[in-house]
């Protein structure tokens, strides 16, 4: 009988680490701000600018940005892709473009080791959300 405990204890903790493993999240992306202007010749919208650190390994959620978004790679690789286009890969002094109605199916780090940056220039609605996951 102990020995049977001891056995299904050990397969519950072992179980419990392969589970662990298994549904990890993947590092979350690190966005910072760095300005955000009212465009006045567009009423009722502005312009932000951030940076976004992808860790290695990083994957964003499908979403959506409902805005004009301009993506330059600063440092590193990262893979884009919009609904109904092609995936790229992407590496420093590129760009990519996604444009209001467009759904971001694909935003991840193209490597599990090393970081990648990239600037955004985002032309929204003021005070809209930056970003809106997709259902």
Same mark, same amino acid.
């Given at each position: 009988? &102990?020995?049977?405990?001891? =056995?299904?204890?050990?397969?519950?903790?072992?179980? +419990?680490?392969?589970?662990?493993?298994?549904?990890?999240?993947?590092?979350?992306?690190?966005? =910072?701000?760095?300005?955000?202007? +009212?465009? @006045? @010749?567009?009423?009722?919208?502005?312009?932000?600018?951030?940076?976004? =650190?992808?860790?290695?390994?990083?994957? @964003?959620?499908?979403?959506?940005?409902?805005?004009?978004? &301009?993506?330059?790679?600063? !440092?590193? +690789?990262?893979?884009?892709?919009?609904?109904?286009?092609? !995936?790229? =890969?992407?590496?420093?002094?590129?760009? &990519?473009? !996604?444009?209001?109605? @467009?759904?971001?199916?694909?935003?991840?780090?193209? +490597?599990?080791?090393?970081?990648?940056? &990239?600037?955004?220039?985002?032309?929204?609605?003021?005070?809209?959300?930056?970003?809106?996951? !997709?259902?």
């Amino acid at each position: 009988m &102990f020995r049977l405990k001891n =056995t299904a204890i050990a397969i519950l903790v072992a179980a +419990s680490a392969l589970a662990g493993k298994v549904h990890a999240a993947a590092p979350e992306a690190v966005v =910072t701000p760095l300005m955000t202007k +009212s465009l @006045d @010749d567009y009423p009722g919208k502005e312009a932000l600018m951030i940076t976004v =650190t992808y860790p290695p390994g990083a994957v @964003d959620p499908v979403h959506r940005h409902h805005a004009n978004a &301009f993506v330059y790679v600063l !440092e590193g +690789s990262i893979v884009m892709q919009v609904k109904g286009g092609k !995936e790229v =890969t992407l590496t420093p002094g590129q760009t &990519f473009y !996604e444009g209001p109605n @467009d759904v971001h199916t694909v935003g991840r780090n193209a +490597s599990q080791t090393q970081p990648a940056k &990239f600037l955004v220039i985002l032309l929204k609605d003021k005070g809209a959300p930056v970003l809106v996951p !997709e259902k």
